[in-house]
């Protein structure tokens, strides 16, 4: 299913949904959820943490001011490049770029406008189209990420003639959790499924084991980019719906559109 439109109402009365981000992550949404009568199930799926060598990434963010312009791929890449950085502070005189609404505003809230953002495609390939990106041959850029990232961004930077680097500022953990009263109640609770990256539902999958497998496939999950559409299918998630984007608000217009038609 492509892109979800605005219900002109919306109520979530009764519905579970099932929110996978990280702990520190998952308020605003569930927060949303509950306004709308629905049922926010809190199940984060990964977990944030420090890089295995902060010294060395701060020795790194500590010369961000030789580069032209911070790529920063995620909000977590956001907060902890700025917990890493020289004084907790960005240096002034390099172009700051976000992959998406979120991430753009998380920097916003932190101090640092954004200069550039996609207009639409909040991924990758999205960034890639800006004007800014298109054009950076002989300027240097660092990517700053999360550890195993997408190689595509920083690729196709340097086959436009940048020099590309990365800082890989925090790592991601599957959580140690017991899956099983979540598994128990899956039936009568969870109604829809939101991931906002392929990783959250590998994790997913991972967590809820062989017995939650088909429980997962069977019921509706909501992706945010076509990518992840196509690795849910891939999965063998039965129903998978694209909402507009990762944030707050587009991720709950697309539960409400879900449950409107379901």
Request: hydrophobic share 40%; with cysteine.
């Amino acid at each position: 299913m492509s892109f979800l439109s605005t219900p002109t109402e919306c109520s979530l009365a009764g519905i579970g949904v099932l929110v996978t981000r990280a702990t520190h992550q998952a308020a605003t949404l569930c927060r949303l959820i509950h306004a709308r009568d629905g049922v926010p199930l809190r199940f984060p799926t990964v977990e944030i943490q420090d890089p295995e060598e902060p010294e060395r990434v701060s020795a790194q963010l500590a010369r961000l001011s030789d580069y032209d312009i911070a790529i920063f791929i995620s909000p977590n890449a956001v907060l902890w490049g700025i917990k890493l950085a020289p004084e907790q502070t960005l240096p002034a005189g390099v172009a700051l770029a976000a992959v998406g609404r979120r991430t753009a505003q998380t920097l916003a809230e932190s101090g640092y406008p954004v200069d550039v953002v996609p207009d639409s495609s909040f991924d990758s390939e999205g960034l890639l189209e800006t004007p800014e990106l298109k054009e950076v041959a002989g300027k240097r850029i660092l990517i700053l990420r999360g550890n195993g990232g997408r190689e595509l961004l920083g690729e196709v930077l340097v086959e436009r003639g940048a020099t590309v680097d990365y800082a890989e500022v925090y790592q991601r953990a599957c959580p140690s959790v017991d899956p099983a009263p979540l598994l128990y109640r899956w039936r009568d609770d969870v109604d829809v499924v939101t991931v906002t990256s392929n990783i959250l539902l590998d994790n997913l999958f991972t967590l809820l084991g062989e017995a939650g497998r088909p429980l997962l496939q069977q019921t509706p999950v909501i992706v945010v980019c076509d990518r992840m559409r196509q690795h849910a299918r891939a999965l063998g998630c039965g129903e998978v719906y694209l909402a507009r984007g990762a944030d707050e608000q587009q991720l709950l217009e697309a539960i409400c559109v879900w449950a409107s038609n379901r």
